[in-house]
Every structure is written in C-alpha cells, then in structure tokens.
Nanobody, 116 residues
Framework: QVQLVESGGALVQPGQSLRLSCVAS????????MNWYRQAPGKERELVAD????????NYADSVKGRFTISRDNTKNTVDLQMNNLEPEDTAIYYC?????????WGQGTQVTVSS
C-alpha cells in the first residue's frame, strides 16, 4: 500500500534552517508529482510546495518563496523540503502528499516549531 513517511521536524529558532524528508513506497514514485503541505494550529491545511514527476518544475506558496526549496531523488523515492530563514509563522505540522488513483494520500506529518 502507499506509504509516505516524513522526518526532520524539530524546534528551531527564527532564522535557522531545517530540512524535511519524505520516503515514499507502494507506487511508482518517479511517475507522480509530489507535494508538501502544512497545517498550523487553528488553520486549514495549505499547499507549501510541489514538484513534478521528474523534478523539472516546482511551485511554491507565496509565503515561502525564496526561503523553501523542494527537491526529489527518484533513485531513493524521496522528496525533501529545505527550509531556510524560518519564521514563527512557519510553525505547523508538515505533510508529504501524493495524488494518485483518484485520491490524495498523506503521511503522518512532522512537527516544525519556530520559536525563540
């Protein structure tokens, strides 16, 4: 079955960096675009970044443009999110996600907290 396992969340101070990673299994990873979403307390889940199947194109939420970078390694079935210059507003649970077979699949999420 489809499995998405995120890691890398932590408590960091404003201005610091963090790298999240997601390992995927249960489907042909290289054929599908991948997404990172986040959900802050009391807010709806929002799309942070996405990347096409071979990594040729990426898109970002306006709030993270210039600070976050999404990348993937199709040899390892991983998709990463490099987060630089983190702000308190980036505090959220971050989810790896893929849409395939007519539905969206989610990982369990990894907590990122940005606080001084």
């Amino acid at each position: 079955q489809v499995q998405l396992v995120e890691s890398g969340g932590a408590l960091v101070q404003p201005g610091q960096s963090l790298r999240l990673s997601c390992v995927a299994s249960g489907f042909t990873f290289s054929r599908y675009g991948m997404n990172w979403y986040r959900q802050a307390p009391g807010k709806e889940r929002e799309l942070v970044a996405d990347i096409t199947s071979i990594g040729g194109s990426t898109n970002y939420a306006d709030s993270v443009k210039g600070r976050f970078t999404i990348s993937r390694d199709n040899t390892k079935n991983t998709v990463d999110l490099q987060m630089n210059n983190l702000e308190p507003e980036d505090t959220a649970i971050y989810y790896c996600s893929v849409y395939l077979w007519g539905r969206r699949f989610w990982g369990q999420g990894t907590q990122v907290t940005v606080s001084s």
